[in-house]
C-alpha cells in the first residue's frame, strides 16, 4: 500500500476545508476522495490480505458464554498463520484453539467470529507517524465461522506444520493441552484504509488477490 504524499493531503484538505465564501460541500468532499484513492490505486482485496499475511497474531471477538459476561462480545488475542509450506501468503486464516480458554466455549455456542488486522500490529503505523485509529493506517475486519479442521484430511499436516514453522511455541501447546487446528471460513470483509469510511470485500476478491 502507497503511502499518501503529503503535498496530496494538503491539497484535499485545501479544497474541502470550510471556505468562508463557498461553505461546506459533502459531495464535493466524497468526490474528492474518490479522486485520490483512484489515483492511489488502492485494492482493498490486496490490503486484506497483505494484513492478514504480514500478522503473526489478531484480535478475535466472539459472543462470550462466560456466565459473567454472558452476551457480551470477548476480545482474544489469537496467533494466526496464513501460509503455504513455502511461506506464501494462501489467504486461508489458521489458527489453534482449545475448549480451555474463552473462545473454544464461544464459537461452539454461536459461531459467529470476527478477527481485526491492523497496520499498527507491524508498527507501520507509528514508523510512518499515524496515530493506529487514524483511518490510513490500515485495518480489516475479517467475520465468519470457525471450523475445525480434520485430522484426517489431506490438507491438515501441511497446514499444521506451516503454523509451527511460525510459531514454534505450538508445540508444547499440542503436547501439553487439548488444541485444535481451525481455519476462518469467511463470510464477511471490511477494509478501512483512506478517510471516507470502511469498504466491503468479497471472500472471493480477498482469495483472489495476489500479494
Not at 497446514?159 to 471460513?185: I, M, Q
Not at 470483509?189 to 500479494?211: K, N, Q, R, T, W
Request: charged share 25%.
Amino acid at each position: 500500500m502507497k503511502s499518501c504524499p503529503s503535498i496530496l493531503v494538503a491539497l484535499i484538505l485545501a479544497f474541502v476545508s470550510p471556505n468562508p465564501s463557498f461553505g461546506y460541500s459533502p459531495r464535493e468532499d466524497a468526490r474528492l476522495i474518490r479522486e485520490f484513492k483512484r489515483a492511489e490505486e488502492l485494492n482493498h482485496a490486496k490490503i486484506a490480505r497483505d494484513l492478514v499475511h504480514r500478522a503473526n497474531w489478531a484480535a478475535l471477538g466472539s459472543l462470550s458464554t462466560n456466565k459473567l459476561v454472558e452476551g457480551y462480545p470477548m476480545v482474544n488475542i489469537i496467533s494466526i498463520d496464513d501460509s503455504d509450506a513455502n511461506g506464501n501468503s494462501t489467504g486461508r486464516i489458521r489458527f489453534l484453539l482449545t475448549d480451555l480458554d474463552f473462545t473454544g466455549p464461544d464459537w461452539q455456542k454461536d459461531n459467529k467470529v470476527t478477527f481485526l488486522f491492523t497496520d499498527e500490529q507491524t508498527l507501520r503505523c507509528k514508523d510512518g507517524g499515524k496515530d493506529p485509529m487514524e483511518p490510513t493506517c490500515a485495518r480489516s475486519m475479517i467475520s465468519g465461522q470457525v471450523k475445525k479442521l480434520d485430522p484426517h484430511g489431506t490438507s491438515y499436516q501441511p497446514s499444521l506444520d506451516a503454523y509451527v514453522s511460525r510459531h514454534p511455541a505450538a508445540k508444547n501447546w499440542l503436547k501439553a493441552h487439548t488444541f485444535y487446528l481451525c481455519e476462518l471460513d469467511i463470510t464477511n470483509i471490511f477494509v478501512l484504509d483512506f478517510y471516507g469510511g470502511p469498504h466491503e470485500v468479497s471472500a472471493s476478491d480477498y482469495y483472489a488477490a495476489y500479494i
